[in-house]
């Protein structure tokens, strides 16, 4: 069993829909939970970063973290066709290293 | 603007070629990765750094070494490139402490022929 699952989609949704993303992970010991945008050609960067479980609203965006049940969620709000793009959860102990999902493929239709 | 430079975006080279990818920091960050990108298979760990002159295997080290001689510059070397070799290249930096997360830089499309 892979340490992160997320759906590798792709996800078509017209413009203005509510997205919604989802990882799923096995390892008790992650702390720090991330997210990561990649447009086509193009490395990822980094769009948000939580820490243990609840929520983190930025402008459209908002991670949700459930420990509990190790379930990590990113929603875009209006979404937009630049929000084309592929997106990685990534979650951490802390320190060093990443362990990454496959990414989820996103395209938003005009 | 802080950045990860990678040397090359694209790069055809023939199987059996010692082959190099150079990554430049501009941050003063700590740790460097170098990740391979697959479809379907996500980001896959090839090796990292956390000081000059350290490394440390990561998922899929088979066929690459690495070296890092300056703080800001570490170096992917495919010694004998073979066609499963093809693949996208990330380099990464990061701080010490993870805070920020990674900077990636923007690939380099590797064809190995």
């Known amino acids: 069993q892979k340490e992160v699952e997320q759906d590798p989609g792709p996800l078509s949704v017209p413009e203005g829909a509510i997205v919604s993303l989802n990882c799923t992970y096995s390892?008790?010991?992650?702390?720090?939970f991330m997210w990561y945008r990649q447009y086509s050609r193009k490395g990822p960067e980094l769009l948000m970063y939580?820490?243990?479980?609840g929520n983190k609203e930025d402008g459209r965006f908002t991670a949700q973290v459930d420990k509990s049940s190790k379930y990590i969620s990113l929603f875009i709000r209006d979404s937009q066709p630049s929000d084309s793009a592929t997106y990685l959860c990534?979650?951490?102990?802390?320190?060093?290293?990443?362990?990454f999902g496959t990414g989820t493929r996103l395209t938003i239709i005009p | 603007d802080v950045k990860v430079t990678q040397s090359s975006r694209y790069l055809v080279k023939r199987t059996g070629e010692k082959v190099f990818l150079e990554c430049v920091q501009d941050?003063?960050?700590?740790?460097m990765f170098w990740y391979r990108q697959d479809p379907g298979l996500g980001l896959r760990l090839i090796y990292f750094?956390?000081?000059?002159?350290?490394?440390e295997k990561g998922d899929i080290p088979e066929g690459y070494s690495v070296s890092r001689e300056k703080k800001e510059r570490f170096s992917l070397i495919l010694e004998s490139a073979s066609t499963n070799q093809t693949s996208m290249y990330l380099c990464?930096?990061?701080?010490?402490?993870?805070?920020?997360?990674?900077?990636f830089g923007s690939g380099t499309r590797l064809t190995v022929v």
């Open positions: 990464a930096s990061s701080s010490e402490g993870l805070l920020g997360g990674y900077t």
């Open positions: 750094s956390y000081d000059v002159k350290m490394k």
């Open positions: 390892n008790s010991a992650f702390q720090y």
């Open positions: 990534a979650p951490t102990p802390g320190g060093g290293k990443l362990t």
């Open positions: 939580t820490y243990s479980s």
């Open positions: 941050m003063d960050h700590e740790n």
